[in-house]
């Protein structure tokens, strides 16, 4: 079965018809027998099931396991072509053991149980499937529910208008396998991924798991470990994870056979980078996407939008985007892509406006367009509307691509440059209410059963992503996609998708837990997420997800010191975007210029742009290189198990530590003041030595210390050896500057970067057009030497500037552009040393 075949968005249900059916590799189970080897591994049968175990890479392991009598000739929806192939296996084999060997990685198949075990070079146990019982297979019957025309109604949410079904027939599709496969892990592991939910659950061990897309939650089948290897899971149904005593196990609800990849590193971010090699690279945004963008629930008209970009660039504010949410179409047809002619008459005009003050503009779409106006009837005469939600089909390519030619005819060829691809989970069973159900998961997973096929349950927002970004390369080849969407999955990366984490309420708890659902969406692989800065519900209200704490909205003290630590937060994440309801967002709403919020609201954004250069050497690395924008403290630190939970704490890039204050220390609620003995965090270092970002003070590692907290700033902390490129204060991420980059070296240790650049904007970057520039400090030398720049891409500047600033008690605090300090240098691209304390070259 592939995509655009049976993979069709009806009503569907599944459910166990022979529990424990064909049970493979359990206790008692047949031995492994008829071994055929080939080039890149082996085949084999135990039992009825059959049995592969095939290279992809050095590094990269394929299992796959099915009782059916022939593999699944599927199309994967998440795998892409891997360039690198394997270097000759060794296969051997005697009584017990059949041992396969690359130049990176072993790989022993026990022939009694079909254990497999994965070694590194030197032998060392890196992963094992249970000796017990490895892996299992049940018989599961898919059930196709078709909706009863009859009990088909609209109905009003809070997450807006849905198509719901009250009765369905339901008839056997098809049989498949719930398949799942056990592992022992060691005792001092961590393990971080499977996207995010509504927990604060960061390392996995000893937890349990449910997989499947929500509102508040993103399922993502990709693990990686501290001992430095990656799971991949090319399933896409509901899943089941389970960690404790006996042992690590993941479950598929319905497949055609298990298939899953190992990945040693071997280290976390090789892991990672090994995950994006099988489901491609993550796309480059372009440079505006990483400004400041500016939303809320919702502009009314367009005037409304251009006046407020032109209220930022009045106040001297920076930003790149606005965003235009839903309810711009006419009252009753909800989902239309169609701007209401009074409100909105002239959206080119409009976007017009906004370029004119060198900004852009998002606008969200919906995959549940109203038939009352020609786009919705349109695709629902052609049969592209699912007859039990309204959505679109695009798990079809055909009704996919039709959808997004009629977005290009109403909006994007007038000018939009972004899209928010709102509600990508096909149902929300529990999104009502004033408690959510004890079952919800079940309820959640047995709505989306109804109204997609079960097996590609988890897929819809990929088919989402993927399909929006064969449509803007088709219409606007040189721009690239930027997708701000609900739900992601593997792969989603490769298509400019930001995943943000849904509705979520304005308290301090929920803050908290974002900080801990950011890191573990880019543990899983997918480097760009984001948040609603400030929380999407601000006030209480009747139902169990409206619950925030603050009914005064933005006129409580209490919230203006939420958000402002929201925002603080927000500007180190991929995606820096403020959005809500309930109350006003824009930066003036929370104070006049000279008071604490307002000024510590624009130092953010300023720091923001500051960073420009590093973000975007970072995304460059990320694109290259596997890299990620965030990561848990972990990553950097695998063998200090203090790092293994650090939930409050996060690595931006490579050496730079944040630590969010989750906790007020200025306001209750109600704006009632409080008096903390002191207004500081805790913040645990590892070992090194790190400098505190706004004073410079070096500070040494392996314990914690307590920090200064005022409204003014975020806890930072840099670790000797980094070499720190930043940009000056800005209004635009492009905005034409003749300053110099700071290069903000902290001493302690020798320390290197590659500083990235490409044009900012279209594909080109895709075929190799791009600089990078070494930089290398050689702390006992005390001098930075800049390489020869590689590479070139079309506007290049000639020549650069570069000035070094070296970290101390008087230089390098903050957001200080270290002006009088230091040495500028003229960079023709060719390489040039600086002396810290003299100015030679």
């Known amino acids: 079965m592939g995509p655009g075949t049976t993979m069709r968005l009806h009503s569907y249900a599944c459910r166990l018809l022979f529990p424990l059916l064909a049970l493979a590799g359990h206790a008692g189970a047949a031995p492994v027998a008829q071994v055929h080897v080939r080039p890149d591994g082996v085949e084999a ?173 993103v399922a993502i089948p990709f693990l990686v470990s501290t001992r430095g290897y990656g799971l991949l899971f090319d399933s896409y149904s509901a899943m089941t994870f389970a960690d404790g005593p006996d042992g690590m196990s993941v479950g598929s609800d319905v497949v055609d056979e298990l298939d899953y990849y190992v990945a040693l590193g071997p280290s976390m971010d090789g892991a990672v980078a090994a995950f994006r090699q099988l489901t491609g690279a993550a796309a480059m945004l372009p440079r505006w996407a990483y400004g400041y963008i500016q939303s809320k629930e919702r502009y009314e008209t367009q005037q409304e939008v251009v006046d407020t970009v032109r209220q930022f660039r009045d106040r001297k504010i920076p930003l790149d985007l606005i965003v235009q949410d839903w309810n711009y179409w006419l009252p009753g047809r909800w989902g239309s892509m169609v701007p209401d002619p009074a409100r909105y008459p002239d959206i080119a005009g409009m976007t017009s406006a906004v370029h004119a003050m060198n900004a852009r503009v998002m606008i969200s779409i919906w995959p549940n367009p109203s038939p009352l106006d020609p786009p919705g009837q349109a695709l629902k005469d052609r049969g592209f509307l699912s007859s039990g939600s309204g959505y679109v089909d695009f798990l079809r390519p055909e009704a996919a691509d039709f959808y997004f030619d009629q977005v290009w005819d109403t909006l994007g060829r007038h000018g939009i440059d972004a899209w928010w691809t709102d509600s990508t989970e096909p149902e929300v069973a529990d999104w009502n209410g004033a408690d ?10 047995d709505g989306l ?128 975007r403020s959005h809500g309801t309930d109350t006003p967002r824009e930066p003036w709403r929370f104070g006049a210029p000279g008071t604490p919020f307002y000024d510590a609201i624009l130092a953010s954004i300023r720091l923001r742009y500051r960073l420009l250069p590093y973000l975007y050497s970072e995304a460059g690395h990320a694109y290259r290189d596997g890299g ?181 008690p008087r230089t390098g605090h903050g957001l200080d552009e270290g002006t009088g300090a230091g040495h500028t240098v003229e960079y023709s691209g060719k390489p040039l040393r600086i002396r810290a304390g003299a100015a030679g070259s």
Request: net charge positive; no cysteine; proline share 7%.
């Open 45 to 217: 049968m135990q039992g009825d099931t059959r049995l592969r175990v095939l290279f992809v890479t050095d590094r990269i392991v394929r299992v796959s396991a099915t009782p059916n009598p022939q593999w699944s000739t599927r199309a994967g929806m998440m795998r892409v072509p891997v360039r690198d192939k394997p270097g000759p296996v060794v296969v051997s084999q005697d009584d017990a053991t059949l041992t396969l060997r690359s130049a990176a990685l072993a790989v022993s198949l026990d022939r009694a149980s079909g254990a497999l075990t994965v070694r590194d070079r030197a032998g060392r146990i890196v992963l094992r499937e249970d000796p017990a019982s490895p892996r299992s297979f049940a018989r599961t019957a898919v059930i196709k529910s078709v909706p009863d025309p009859a009990t088909v109604r609209s109905v009003r949410t809070v997450d807006g208008e849905r198509q719901q079904a009250g009765a369905y027939r339901q008839a056997r599709d098809r049989e498949a396998w719930r398949a799942e496969v056990r592992f022992r892990l060691g005792d001092d592991e961590g393990l971080y991924g499977l996207g995010f939910d509504e927990t604060a659950d960061l390392n996995l061990r000893g937890k349990t798991k449910r997989l499947y897309q929500h509102n508040l939650r």
């Open 436 to 445: 959510r159900p004890a079952d919800a998961d079940r309820k959640n997973i």
């Open 449 to 576: 059963a109804k109204v997609i096929d079960p097996q590609w349950l988890n897929a819809y927002g990929l088919a989402n992503s993927q399909a929006l970004d064969r449509f803007w390369r088709r219409h606007a080849p040189d721009r690239r996609t930027v997708d701000l969407t609900r739900s992601g999955y593997a792969g989603s990366q490769a298509s400019g998708a930001v995943v943000w984490s849904g509705d979520i309420s304005a308290t301090w708890t929920t803050l908290a837990r974002q900080v801990v659902a950011m890191q573990r969406y880019s543990a899983s692989g997918l480097p760009y997420v984001t948040f609603d800065i400030g929380g999407f519900f601000v006030k209480p209200g009747k139902q169990w997800f409206w619950a925030g704490d603050y009914p005064q909205g933005v006129d409580d003290a209490g919230y203006r010191e939420l958000y402002t630590r929201w925002l603080q937060v927000g500007a180190f994440m991929p995606m820096f």
């Open 628 to 808: 990620s924008l965030i990561r848990p403290v972990a990553f950097g630190f695998p063998q200090d198990r203090r790092t293994h939970d650090l939930k409050g704490q996060m690595l931006f890039g490579r050496d730079i530590l944040v630590t969010p204050v989750l906790e007020p220390l200025y306001y209750g609620k109600a704006s009632v003041p409080l008096d903390p003995p002191a207004r500081q965090v805790d913040v645990y270092l590892p070992a090194g030595t790190w400098f505190d970002f706004w004073t410079g003070q070096a500070v040494p590692g392996a314990r914690t210390v307590r920090v200064d907290a005022p409204i003014g700033h975020i806890p930072v902390h840099v670790r000797a050896g980094t070499v720190l490129p930043l940009g000056p204060a800005r209004q635009y991420a492009d905005e034409p500057m003749d300053a110099p980059i700071e290069i903000r070296v902290y001493p302690g240790a020798d320390g290197q970067y590659v500083l990235y650049d490409d044009a900012g904007e279209g594909r080109a970057y895709e075929r190799g057009e791009s600089s990078r520039i070494p930089l290398h400090w050689n702390d006992a030398a005390r001098t930075l030497t800049i390489g020869p720049r590689e590479g070139r891409y079309e506007g290049m500047p000639r020549k650069l500037r570069f000035r070094l600033v070296v970290v101390g």
